[in-house]
């Protein structure tokens, strides 16, 4: 089915480890972007990308990379994870001028 | 800061009556956008609404947009059980990074009882 892929779904991290939440989209959009989303925050913006190659800093960036070196992929990194980066992550993907596509979420606990 | 404020927080109400949610936001737009989550799921996106539009309906759903009081609101008509979830609302900022990225608010949990 066409959509977003995103894995693991479920991951539990030790502070101090790295690690890499993948995305993947089927449907050619050119933007992706990454949210976070913890209990009575809303999402957050952490990246997002406008196409392969191009990625830019949202309003949460601290402790996280990201890359786009093909339009279907857009991993986000975790450098050194701390407990505050537990929460659920969300990637997105949509084209210029329409709504996005959300995957089902990673949920990711640093203990 | 968020750009997106909805009001109210949380909305409890009976089948087959209408709900109606509010977004406030901060800068000049060029479009914004609702969505639902149920819950422990994904986002789904519902309606975008351009800057230059005033009104927008989709099955159930209506909304507006008054740029002028930097606001917007979903109304669902006929709620069913199954429009319980979390509504968000998301915009860009044409004054800075244009449509490139957009910022959601805190949502609006409803709850539609049987």
């Known amino acids: 089915n066409a959509g977003v892929t995103q894995t693991p779904k479920f991951q539990v991290l030790k502070t101090g480890q790295s690690m890499t939440l993948q995305c993947a989209q089927d449907m050619n959009h050119e933007y992706m972007s990454w949210y976070r989303q913890d209990p009575g925050m809303g999402l957050r913006l952490i990246h997002y990308?406008?196409?392969?190659?191009?990625?830019d800093q949202g309003e949460v960036p601290n402790g996280y990379n990201v890359s786009r070196s093909t339009t279907e992929d857009f991993p986000l990194r975790l450098l050194s994870a701390a407990p505050s980066q537990t929460s659920v992550y969300f990637c997105a993907s949509r084209s210029p001028g329409t709504g996005y596509t959300f995957g089902s979420g990673t949920r990711l606990t640093v203990v | 800061s968020q750009q997106g404020e909805e009001d109210p927080q949380a909305l409890s109400i009976q089948e087959g009556e209408n709900a109606t949610m509010n977004c406030s936001y901060k800068?000049?737009?060029?479009?914004l956008q609702w969505y639902r989550q149920n819950s422990g799921r994904g986002l789904v996106h519902l309606i975008l609404?351009?800057?230059?539009?005033r009104e927008k309906h989709s099955g159930r759903l209506r909304v507006t947009l008054d740029t002028s009081k930097k606001s917007s609101s979903l109304l669902i008509t006929a709620s069913r059980a199954a429009d319980t979830a979390s509504y968000f609302c998301?915009?860009?900022?044409?004054?800075?990074?244009?449509?490139?990225?957009?910022?959601f608010g805190t949502g609006t949990r409803l709850k539609v009882l049987a």
């Open positions: 998301a915009t860009d900022d044409s004054t800075t990074s244009g449509t490139y990225k957009y910022i």
């Open positions: 800068t000049s737009i060029n479009n």
């Open positions: 609404i351009r800057s230059n539009e």
């Open positions: 990308s406008v196409g392969a190659g191009i990625t």
